[in-house]
């Protein structure tokens, strides 16, 4: 049975101050649920939200790594460096970094690959443009994003991965994808890795992105391929954050 998972993304709105006392908020009001929880602050506060998380349930990781192993790359972080200070998860492929940063499907497969040789689980992020789905090429982009990793990368390395599926469109525009229009997405995700491996589909992690809030969560997790949620805006709320975590409970 897949676990379900929650992953918050907390990108470069939040500062010192609001981390710790976002922090002491999941810590306060963790409630007790059978799914995972982790949170991905801004690389600069890594180490002393995972102070503050060190025994409790909940885990913690970065939004992007570097895509060499070290050298002379400025201003980057090595995955090694994300592990010296134990994050499970790093976010590749994420929709602002493609837009902004010039993130290619090769520079998201060398980061996966470096997350993955450094035992850090890649969530590979991977969706399509308003107007890729407005000309019915959803399905296309989707495969086409996560092809390119599987080919750089090799699909037994999926078995370490999460994926989540965010529409751009979805993302901080407080439009949702209804469940059934991400669940069709979800599904083809999955059928996709079941044509190279059968084991790894029915395994892997796929969360969806774009908007997902307390009052949206639960029809989204009611959904069979819907396996949690990688969450931006309301993740910055230790109360938001943790009704969407307990929406698996429902
Ligand atoms: P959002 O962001 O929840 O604010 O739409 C999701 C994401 O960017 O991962």
Redesign the pocket.
């Known amino acids: 049975m897949r676990r379900n998972l929650v992953?918050g993304?907390w990108?470069m709105k939040i500062n010192h101050q609001s981390a710790q006392e976002l922090v002491d908020g999941l810590i306060a009001g963790m409630p007790a649920v059978d799914a995972d929880i982790a949170v991905c602050p801004p690389f600069l506060y890594i180490p002393e939200v995972s102070q503050r998380l060190a025994n409790t349930s909940i885990s913690w990781g970065a939004q992007n790594v570097a895509t060499h192993i070290e050298g002379a790359y400025t201003g980057e972080i090595a995955a090694v460096m994300l592990k010296d200070f134990n994050c499970k998860y790093a976010?590749v492929g994420?929709?602002?970094r493609r837009a902004n940063y010039a993130d290619t499907d090769i520079t998201v497969a060398q980061r996966f690959q470096q997350a993955i040789d450094a035992g850090i689980i890649p969530v590979l992020?991977i969706g399509e443009l308003l107007e890729d789905r407005e000309q019915g090429r959803t399905f296309d982009v989707v495969a086409k994003q996560l092809n390119a990793v599987i080919d750089f990368a090799g699909i037994d390395s999926f078995q370490n991965a999460v994926i989540?599926y965010?529409p751009v469109w979805?993302?901080?525009?407080?439009k949702?994808a209804s469940a059934e229009q991400a669940q069709e997405v979800h599904l083809y995700i999955r059928q996709l890795l079941a044509e190279k491996n059968q084991q790894i589909a029915e395994n892997m992690q796929i969360l969806y992105?774009?908007?997902?809030?307390p009052q949206n969560a639960e029809a989204l997790f009611a959904m069979p391929d819907i396996d949690g949620?990688?969450?931006?805006?309301?993740?910055l709320s230790a109360d938001s954050f943790l009704k969407i975590y307990s929406s698996f409970q429902k």
């Open positions: 992953v993304n990108k976010i994420h929709s602002e992020a989540a965010e979805a993302i901080g525009t407080g949702t992105g774009g908007s997902v809030k949620a990688l969450v931006g805006g309301d993740s």
